[in-house]
């Protein structure tokens, strides 16, 4: 364009509860910390989850997937509510958040967990096992057992029930989890611990051998591996060790949730949704929260630092995601928290002010 900027179409789904508002803020972080990096933003806004089945009956409506589909990226507040849990499976929320990931094809889900130096006694660890937490938990999102077919539930032939499912990876789906692994890593302190159990399942032991041998290209990062049972040990023996970790559906779901509890500070904690070649979904890891929805109580930072993956894994533009990392630590080094984060000696803020606090902060790193 004649004003040189770099211009980025974001898709913004506000969905339900706490989401609207969280989301309005996180707009106005990433808008205000790319231009001061010269990028320019055109948002649009649509409705998913329950807002959508208000509005138009489904949760994803097609509208929403097409605008999804064309964004170079999708920020994503939250979905779901008490007024919709007894819906059918097909008229749920959480089947458009489903169905918005399988359109766009996200395989991998990215999760850092964090401890923050002002947040360290928020963790569930010891503080000595805490302070200094800092790892990423990339975890294969569309394959494995929660896919694998055969699965069901038949009768054998001694009349009794059987239940079961089936692990099955492909070359091609443990190589592109592996590549965006390695290339997180890289991003990171270069260390890549891939955790599986191939010391007892088939499609582990393939997992193993395909991603020691994608290795050779990169040379730069430091591979290990680590059985699952060992690893769920050593994170809460010692999370210090990890920088990236990388493994499969089923492992990545229970070892991401572990990691998380490290923190203990849901409300702080983004993540991020990406494919080979289209637009990333980027969304805080909590929920809706419908008990404090409306009350301008939410915590935005899981938002903001969504924003924050949005530009760094989402677009490539590190220097604007580090622009809202430093301001969310300047609103925190304040003394501002919310009622999730709040504790003796700090101040009490709501979702607007500690909104207000990043954005101000973001201005003054210029
Ligand atoms: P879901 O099934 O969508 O994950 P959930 O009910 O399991 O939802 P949340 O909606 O994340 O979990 O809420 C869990 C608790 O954490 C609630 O008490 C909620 O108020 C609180 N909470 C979640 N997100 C935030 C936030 N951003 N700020 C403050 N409190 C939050
Ligand atoms: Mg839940």
């Not at 008990?291 to 899981?302: E, F, V, W």
Request: charged share 25%; glycine share 10%; net charge negative.
């Amino acid at each position: 364009s004649s004003s040189g900027k770099k211009r980025y179409n974001i898709t913004l789904l506000p969905g339900d509860g706490i989401g609207p508002e969280v989301i309005s803020i996180a707009k106005n972080v990433l808008q205000q910390a790319g231009s001061l990096e010269g990028l320019e933003f055109s948002f649009k806004e649509m409705a998913v989850g329950g807002a959508a089945l208000d509005l138009v009956g489904v949760p994803l409506p097609e509208e929403t997937l097409t605008a999804a589909k064309e964004a170079d990226a999708v920020l994503l507040g939250a979905i779901g509510g008490y007024k919709w849990d007894k819906n059918e499976k097909h008229l749920k929320p959480e089947t458009g958040l489903l169905q918005l990931r399988a359109g766009l094809k996200v395989f991998a889900n990215l999760r850092p967990a964090t401890v923050l130096p002002q947040l360290v006694d928020a963790s569930t660890l010891k503080r000595e096992v805490a302070e200094g937490v800092d790892l990423m938990v990339v975890r294969e999102l569309t394959g494995g057992i929660y896919f694998g077919q055969p699965r069901g539930i038949k009768t054998n032939e001694n009349g009794e029930e059987v239940g079961f499912n089936t692990e099955v990876y492909a070359a091609h789906e443990i190589d592109r989890i592996a590549r965006v692994a390695f290339e997180t890593a890289r991003k990171r302190r270069g260390k890549l611990c891939s955790v599986d159990k191939a010391n007892v399942l088939e499609a582990s032991i393939l997992w193993r051998k395909r991603v020691t041998a994608l290795a050779a290209e990169y040379p730069d990062v430091e591979l290990s591996h680590m059985y699952v049972d060992n690893a769920a040990m050593q994170l809460v023996r010692d999370p210090k060790q990890f920088d990236t970790i990388v493994t499969n559906n089923i492992f990545g779901d229970i070892l991401s949730d572990e990691a998380s509890m490290i923190t203990g500070s849901i409300g702080m904690l983004p993540s991020a949704s990406l494919s080979d070649s289209g637009p990333g979904v980027f969304e805080p890891i909590h929920g809706s929260a419908p008990d404090i929805a409306g009350q301008d109580k939410a915590n935005p930072l899981a938002t903001i630092l969504s924003a924050a993956m949005l530009l760094k894994y989402g677009l490539g533009e590190e220097k604007a995601a580090k622009r809202i990392e430093d301001a969310v630590l300047a609103a925190l080094n304040k003394g501002l928290r919310t009622g999730d984060i709040h504790s003796a000696g700090t101040k009490l803020v709501g979702c607007k002010e500690m909104g207000e606090e990043v954005l101000k902060s973001v201005d003054s790193q210029v």
